[in-house]
Every structure is written in structure tokens, then in C-alpha cells.
């Protein structure tokens, strides 16, 4: 195992980590410009922790070398595309494999096998069914845990700091829970007891497999596998329950059970659906409000589309579809925060991108991060601007890079439809105001996150 410091950077080097863990290493891409190894056994690992994460190493490689670079991760060569017009030309007949699951799967020690394409198509179609179909059928709930947080809120005096990250989690915890997994969860101390247990195992499969502190640590150790069991148990629970039962309400879990699959795949799919959505809608939702809360133009923007969509009237599935400027503002926020700033795959066929040769079985990093912010595709990249997105070039270019139409991961998806809502309750009746000199620094993960509590001020509209 390498030492404990190498390991600092926790969950994107868990992506690239779960990858080689599943599969075997790849031939060197000899003449792939970039940097020769720091250290024989670890590779660039060390460079790595001195940039801070894996996507700041990502941003300085490609700044000095160009969009296709490549590094050392251990012993084995990595290739990193940094540019929309790279991507594009990368070959990988997989692409209907999710990072989320690879990743999860091989950190949760799940064992069910790599899915052949046909199996990852059956399984996305699945996942599709489950997202629209568990939308539809909790709207109605959905909103009523919107309105809490609104009411919530609206009792605050104004000058009241709000702990933004920590209610936005709560509020995902409670909406993923109950729209995944079902009425179990409309209990708030189950909701308590789930959130303990998935901030368990998510801390730990960023960090305790990789560096071998959770095996050396027997009391971490048994935390973490008493929550995994503890999540398990649920689910097995659930699945069960559903497969012998006609509910009205339709559940994501719901389109797993009906499908071709075995009780083992439904309950890994299940774990891993349950443990990112949580995750990727709450971050979603902070920094969507983050980015309103700096622009008062944007804010008013939306105010002005909110209220010209349904007025007085309740706010619909229907009418919910209308609101394309609030579309605009989550992929730009999607961009701007760099919401999940690396993905990986693996050279399942040999490819070319540009004069480069990419080897069968290289591991291939999609630099999301720098991409988003390269100015040749974005103007004024640091800018957060949803206008962008009013061209429909944008969104192909969007789309290709799989924060959007069919490429677009499912949890991804789930979180862009919960936060609309979300969203549409909150501006309705609130001004959402930044608090003065505060200074939110970013933490690069799986998801991009703030360092530290971001915290917001409210005012009532009416």
C-alpha cells in the first residue's frame, strides 16, 4: 500500500483507483507529451498531493501541455483530454458505462462483473424509466418538502445567517430517500439514521480502501461495515416489500424490481443510485443558490420567468417543463462550479486523437474541470452566465461532455429536476442575498464542494 500522505486527495484519485482496480494495466502511449514519473513505485502521486487534487493537477499539466497529456499514476501511464475538440475525437464503444457506478462498485467490493454494453444500454434504460416515472409519481411531495424549506426560511429574521451546505443536504437526504426508496423514509428519524450511515460509507470509500487506514483501523472498520449492512438490510427490506406489493406511489426502485434483473444487481444498483443522487442533488442545489445569491441579474431573470410561467397559480409538472431559463442557470452552474470536475474509461479499442496513439486498455481521465473553463469553448469562462446556453450549440457541446440530453447521467438528471422545483419555490417569494466578505473556497472530489459552511442571508419578496 503507498503511505497514508499519497492518498490526501481522497475521491478523484477513488475514480481513477476503482478503474485500474477493475481493470488490468494498460501499454505505455509512448510519444504522448506530459510529464516521466516523480518516484519509481507511486508515480506522479506525489505531484498530485502537491497541487491539491487530482483536478488542479489536471488544470497545470494541460496548461504546459497541451490538450492530450499523460502522467503516471503508480506504475501505470494515464492520458488526460483537456479540450471539447479532443473528446470528441476519443474512441470508447462503453460509453454507456456510468464513472459513478465503476467507481462505487469496485469501492463498495460489489462483485457482479464489468456489464457488456448491451447490459449497460439495458441498465440505463432502466435507470431512465426509474428517474421520469419517480418524478412523476412524487411531484406532489416533492413540492411539499420544497415549501418546508420555504416556510423554514421565511420564519427567519433577515439578518439571520443560513447554513446553506447543511439544509441543502438535509433537503436532498429527505427528497432522495423518499422518491428512491419509498414511504420508509417519511419518518425523519429513518431519514437521521440514513444520513449517518451514507455519510459513513461515503467518507470511507474515498479513503480508508485506498490508503489502508480502514483495514488497520478496527474500529473505523466495523463503523463502516455495520452502515454498509445497516443500508443493505434497508434495501433488501425495500425490495422485497415492493416485489410483493401494488403500491400507487412509483418509486425509482420500483423500474429495478421490474426489470430483468437479480436481487443482487437491484440492490447494488439501488446502493449506488441512492448514495450519488444524495450527494450530486444537494451539491447541485448549494451552489446553484451560491451563484444567485453573487448576481442579482440572474436572480431577477429567473424571478421574472418563474412568474410569468405560473403566476399565482400552483406550480406544475407541466409547467415546470416551461422554464428554460432555469435550465440555462443549472448547466451553467453545472459548469461554472465544475460539479464533477474528472471522469474516466478505459480504452476498450485502440483510438487515435489527433497525431496520438491511445493503446487497448489505457486508462483515459475526461479533464470535465478544464474543459469547462477553457476559454476557446466558454468566453469569459470564469463568468457565470446562463445566456450562454441560449444557443443550442452550447447545449450539443454540453450534451457530448454528459451534463445534458443522452448522455446525461441519471443521478444528474434526478438532481436538474429536483432543484428546478426546489428553485421555483424559493425565488417565487424570497430574494436570496450573499453574506458580506464571505469568501467560499472550493474542495475538488467526486463532487465539487466549499471547503466550508456557505452561509446566505434572505429577504421576502412578499
Same mark, same amino acid.
Not at 499514476?73 to 470508447?92: A, E, W, Y
Not at 448491451?118 to 441498465?123: C, L
Given at each position: 500500500?503507498?503511505?497514508?500522505?499519497?492518498?490526501?486527495?481522497?475521491?478523484?484519485?477513488?475514480?481513477?483507483?476503482?478503474?485500474?482496480?477493475?481493470?488490468?494495466?494498460?501499454?505505455?502511449?509512448? !510519444?504522448?507529451?506530459?510529464?516521466?514519473?516523480?518516484?519509481?513505485?507511486?508515480?506522479?502521486?506525489?505531484?498530485?498531493?502537491?497541487?491539491?487534487?487530482?483536478?488542479?493537477?489536471?488544470?497545470?499539466?494541460?496548461?504546459?501541455?497541451?490538450?492530450?497529456?499523460?502522467?503516471?499514476?503508480?506504475?501505470?501511464?494515464?492520458?488526460?483530454?483537456?479540450?471539447?475538440?479532443?473528446?470528441?475525437?476519443?474512441?470508447?464503444?462503453?460509453?454507456?458505462?456510468?464513472?459513478?457506478?465503476?467507481?462505487?462498485?469496485?469501492?463498495?467490493?460489489?462483485?457482479?462483473?464489468?456489464?457488456?454494453?448491451?447490459?449497460?444500454?439495458?441498465?440505463?434504460?432502466?435507470?431512465?424509466?426509474?428517474?421520469?416515472?419517480?418524478?412523476?409519481?412524487?411531484?406532489?411531495?416533492?413540492?411539499?418538502?420544497?415549501?418546508?424549506?420555504?416556510?423554514?426560511?421565511?420564519?427567519?429574521?433577515?439578518?439571520?445567517?443560513?447554513?446553506?451546505?447543511?439544509?441543502?443536504?438535509?433537503?436532498?437526504?429527505?427528497?432522495?430517500?423518499?422518491?428512491?426508496?419509498?414511504?420508509?423514509?417519511?419518518?425523519?428519524?429513518?431519514?437521521?439514521?440514513?444520513?449517518?450511515?451514507?455519510?459513513?460509507?461515503?467518507?470511507?470509500?474515498?479513503?480508508?480502501?485506498?490508503? !489502508?487506514?480502514?483495514?488497520?483501523?478496527?474500529?473505523?472498520?466495523?463503523?463502516?461495515?455495520?452502515?454498509?449492512?445497516?443500508?443493505?438490510?434497508?434495501?433488501?427490506?425495500?425490495?422485497?416489500?415492493?416485489?410483493?406489493?401494488?403500491?400507487?406511489?412509483?418509486?425509482?426502485?420500483?423500474?429495478?424490481?421490474?426489470?430483468?434483473?437479480?436481487?443482487?444487481?437491484?440492490?447494488?444498483?439501488?446502493?449506488?443510485?441512492?448514495?450519488?443522487?444524495?450527494?450530486?442533488?444537494?451539491?447541485?442545489?448549494?451552489?446553484?443558490?451560491?451563484?444567485?445569491?453573487?448576481?442579482?441579474?440572474?436572480?431577477?431573470?429567473?424571478?421574472?420567468?418563474?412568474?410569468?410561467?405560473?403566476?399565482?397559480?400552483?406550480?406544475?409538472?407541466?409547467?415546470?417543463?416551461?422554464?428554460?431559463?432555469?435550465?440555462?442557470?443549472?448547466?451553467?452552474?453545472?459548469?461554472?462550479?465544475?460539479?464533477?470536475?474528472?471522469?474516466?474509461?478505459?480504452?476498450?479499442?485502440?483510438?487515435?486523437?489527433?497525431?496520438?496513439?491511445?493503446?487497448?486498455?489505457?486508462?483515459?481521465?475526461?479533464?470535465?474541470?478544464?474543459?469547462?473553463?477553457?476559454?476557446?469553448?466558454?468566453?469569459?469562462?470564469?463568468?457565470?452566465?446562463?445566456?450562454?446556453?441560449?444557443?443550442?450549440?452550447?447545449?450539443?457541446?454540453?450534451?457530448?461532455?454528459?451534463?445534458?440530453?443522452?448522455?446525461?447521467?441519471?443521478?444528474?438528471?434526478?438532481?436538474?429536476?429536483?432543484?428546478?422545483?426546489?428553485?421555483?419555490?424559493?425565488?417565487?417569494?424570497?430574494?436570496?442575498?450573499?453574506?458580506? !466578505?464571505?469568501?467560499?473556497?472550493?474542495?475538488?472530489?467526486?463532487?465539487?464542494?466549499?471547503?466550508?459552511?456557505?452561509?446566505?442571508?434572505?429577504?421576502?419578496?412578499?
Amino acid at each position: 500500500m503507498l503511505d497514508f500522505a499519497i492518498f490526501a486527495v481522497t475521491f478523484l484519485l477513488a475514480l481513477v483507483a476503482a478503474v485500474l482496480y477493475l481493470y488490468p494495466a494498460s501499454r505505455q502511449a509512448a !510519444g504522448i507529451p506530459g510529464i516521466t514519473p516523480t518516484e519509481e513505485k507511486d508515480g506522479n502521486l506525489p505531484d498530485i498531493v502537491n497541487s491539491g487534487s487530482l483536478h488542479e493537477f489536471l488544470v497545470n499539466l494541460h496548461e504546459r501541455y497541451g490538450p492530450v497529456v499523460s502522467f503516471w499514476f503508480g506504475r501505470r501511464l494515464v492520458v488526460s483530454l483537456g479540450t471539447v475538440d479532443v473528446l470528441k475525437q476519443h474512441i470508447n464503444p462503453n460509453k454507456t458505462s456510468d464513472p459513478f457506478e465503476t467507481m462505487l462498485k469496485s469501492l463498495l467490493r460489489y462483485h457482479s462483473g464489468v456489464a457488456s454494453v448491451s447490459e449497460n444500454h439495458t441498465r440505463k434504460k432502466l435507470y431512465e424509466s426509474g428517474v421520469t416515472n419517480s418524478l412523476r409519481s412524487n411531484f406532489a411531495l416533492l413540492l411539499k418538502l420544497s415549501e418546508e424549506l420555504l416556510d423554514k426560511w421565511l420564519s427567519y429574521p433577515e439578518a439571520q445567517h443560513v447554513p446553506l451546505c447543511q439544509h441543502m443536504l438535509g433537503f436532498a437526504m429527505k427528497s432522495v430517500t423518499q422518491m428512491v426508496l419509498g414511504s420508509t423514509f417519511e419518518d425523519d428519524q429513518e431519514v437521521i439514521h440514513f444520513q449517518k450511515n451514507h455519510g459513513t460509507i461515503w467518507s470511507e470509500i474515498g479513503k480508508g480502501f485506498l490508503d !489502508g487506514s480502514l483495514d488497520k483501523s478496527t474500529t473505523r472498520k466495523k463503523q463502516y461495515e455495520d452502515a454498509l449492512r445497516q443500508l443493505e438490510s434497508i434495501l433488501k427490506k425495500i425490495i422485497k416489500e415492493r416485489k410483493g406489493g401494488n403500491f400507487s406511489q412509483h418509486i425509482f426502485i420500483d423500474s429495478l424490481v421490474q426489470g430483468n434483473l437479480n436481487d443482487q444487481q437491484i440492490l447494488e444498483d439501488s446502493m449506488i443510485f441512492s448514495l450519488a443522487s444524495c450527494v450530486i442533488t444537494a451539491k447541485l442545489c448549494t451552489w446553484a443558490i451560491c451563484f444567485l445569491t453573487t448576481s442579482e441579474e440572474v436572480q431577477r431573470k429567473l424571478y421574472e420567468e418563474i412568474d410569468q410561467v405560473f403566476g399565482k397559480d400552483p406550480i406544475t409538472p407541466e409547467k415546470i417543463e416551461q422554464l428554460r431559463y432555469c435550465r440555462q442557470v443549472l448547466c451553467e452552474t453545472v459548469r461554472a462550479a465544475k460539479l464533477t470536475p474528472v471522469s474516466a474509461r478505459l480504452q476498450d479499442i485502440e483510438g487515435k486523437i489527433d497525431k496520438f496513439i491511445i493503446p487497448r486498455e489505457t486508462l483515459v481521465l475526461y479533464a470535465l474541470g478544464v474543459v469547462l473553463q477553457d476559454p476557446s469553448t466558454w468566453p469569459s469562462p470564469h463568468k457565470f452566465d446562463p445566456d450562454r446556453f441560449d444557443d443550442e450549440s452550447v447545449m450539443k457541446t454540453f450534451s457530448l461532455l454528459g451534463f445534458s440530453g443522452t448522455q446525461e447521467c441519471p443521478e444528474l438528471r434526478f438532481a436538474y429536476m429536483v432543484t428546478t422545483v426546489l428553485l421555483s419555490v424559493l425565488v417565487r417569494r424570497l430574494h436570496l442575498l450573499s453574506v458580506e !466578505g464571505q469568501h467560499i473556497e472550493t474542495k475538488y472530489e467526486l463532487v465539487t464542494s466549499s471547503k466550508e459552511e456557505a452561509w446566505i442571508t434572505v429577504s421576502k419578496r412578499y
